[in-house]
T-cell receptor, first 113, second 111 residues
Framework: DAGITQSPRHKVTETGTPVTLRCHQTENHRYMYWYRQDPGHGLRLIHYSYGVKDTDKGEVSDGYSVSRSKTEDFLLTLESATSSQTSVYFC????????????FGPGTRLTVT | AQRVTQPEKLLSVFKGAPVELKCNYSYSGSPELFWYVQYSRQRLQLLLRHISRESIKGFTADLNKGETSFHLKKPFAQEEDSAMYYCALIYGSSNTGKLIFGQGTTLQVKP
């Protein structure tokens, strides 16, 4: 497995609380992505980063923010968690774009009660 | 708008039978398509990409622009092929690498 870790791996939180998920890589790849995986929807891109401090929105960015202050870390924040954000969250990294493979982390299972 | 559709949620076949996992796409530009696979308790990983025209683990996929399809095929299924399969499309400008995924198809290969 590529050097990608996600923390925490599991989290249960209450509606309205802020939550931050961390993706850490040891590959020095430029591109990092956050996806959510839901039954019937596959994976959907939330936000991505194309360099330190360079981020942009994906398909389903409402209610989420990201930050990337170092090459190795990409943080996903739910400012005020809602039950609709219960999901499995995957981080991915890539050295380049387009035809280059994306490498996925192990996922974080988030439950918002 | 770009879209990837996998019409089957579940495909169940017997070992040794041929397999075809369907994928259709909608995209106005020149498509770059991939198949990703997630085995039980493993990470999502790339299976193959259309541009390399390779065969991985006996699987092949041909891009058919006329039918806007990128179906995944294997002539003889093995039990270890049981997994979730996702078709994906790169979209957006060339410097983003953004992927849009289909809904996924679970392949179940019975002994």
């Amino acid at each position: 497995d590529a050097g990608i870790t996600q923390s925490p791996r599991h989290k249960v939180t209450e509606t309205g609380t802020p939550v931050t998920l961390r993706c850490h890589q040891t590959e020095n790849h430029r591109y990092m992505y956050w996806y959510r995986q839901d039954p019937g929807h596959g994976l959907r891109l939330i936000h991505y980063s194309y360099g330190v401090k360079d981020t942009d929105k994906g398909e389903v960015s409402d209610g989420y923010s990201v930050s990337r202050s170092k090459t190795e870390d990409f943080l996903l924040t739910l400012e005020s968690a809602t039950s609709s954000q219960t999901s499995v969250y995957f981080c991915a990294i890539a050295p380049g774009v387009n035809t280059v493979e994306q490498y996925f982390g192990p996922g974080t299972r988030l439950t918002v009660t | 708008a770009q879209r990837v559709t996998q019409p089957e949620k579940l495909l169940s076949v017997f070992k040794g039978a041929p397999v075809e996992l369907k994928c259709n796409y909608s995209y106005s530009g020149s498509p770059e398509l991939f198949w990703y696979v997630q085995y039980s308790r493993q990470r999502l990983q790339l299976l193959l990409r259309h541009i390399s025209r390779e065969s991985i683990k006996g699987f092949t996929a041909d891009l058919n622009k006329g039918e806007t399809s990128f179906h995944l095929k294997k002539p003889f299924a093995q039990e270890e092929d049981s997994a979730m399969y996702y078709c994906a499309l790169i979209y957006g400008s060339s410097n983003t690498g953004k992927l849009i995924f289909g809904q996924g198809t679970t392949l179940q290969v019975k002994p």
